[in-house]
């Protein structure tokens, strides 16, 4: 979805709503890099999370401000947020910042479930001030592939792989289902899934398996490894997602065959 912000010479006074690691590690840095934007609040329920945010910025402190209801952080007349929260979350805060006409970039999911998608999609104005954190439709490498495929003729197969060996496939919110809507799929998944579908479009037929190693010492109900085939019947064209956070190697990569020529790669592109 495309947001309705737009630079205009100022400089934008950021919200972030949601202190875990993507904020602290990626989101908050990115702000504080950019000249035209003034970090003026966070927001997180946890007040641990405050402690922690000033540890990681000390400089903020006294100059940015935290809270725990994210309401306070629409009072501090944000142009923008950005969201990153536990999945369950998500839809009482983006209807807020819709209904007060703030835009925001949101982390995936859009949804858990099809209902929550379709109550997602039905509040006013979601498609004018929401944006999902699916970053790869904007990486210059990406975009690289992306208009190579015309050169490798007509397209016959593609497959993806994301695999990585954490020591502990699901942890926290992450755990269950009801909270997070899934597991590897819904979250290392997604920006494969979104960048497949922005090259090839929506496939007519899928298939999945999945996999779960949880144990009684470490319960819980989502998958940590998935292998899913999409199949487009008009084209011809067939392709493979391999995805798991419980194997020995980490991997990431692509490869698309055509009839000219053959593709791979992680982020770069190379053509044989």
Known sequence: MSSSLRFSGKTLRAGVIGLGRQSVNDHIPALLRRKDVELVCVSDVNVSAHENFYNAFPDLKGK???????????????DFVVVAIPHDQYFEVSKALCQNKIPFMKEKPFARTLDEAIAMASINDIEKYCFICTQRRFHPLY???????????????????????????????????????????????????????????????????????STEEDLYDTEDSATI?????DAGLQGSIVLSRCTGVKAEGYQVSGAKRFMEGGKNPTFY
Not at 229 to 233: G, I, L, M
């Open 64 to 78: 940015t401000k935290a809270f725990q209801n994210f309401q306070e952080t629409i009072k501090e007349g944000v």
């Open 143 to 213: 975009e690289k592939a992306h208009e190579a495929l015309d050169s490798l003729g007509k397209l016959a197969s593609f497959n993806a792989i994301y695999t990585l060996n954490l020591p502990q496939p699901a942890s926290g919110w992450r755990k269950f289902t009801d909270v997070c809507g899934g597991g590897v799929i819904i979250d290392m998944g997604y920006h494969i899934i979104d960048q497949l579908i922005w090259w090839f479009g929506y496939p007519d037929d899928i298939h999945a398996k999945i996999s779960n190693l």
């Open 229 to 233: 085939v999409f199949s487009y019947y």
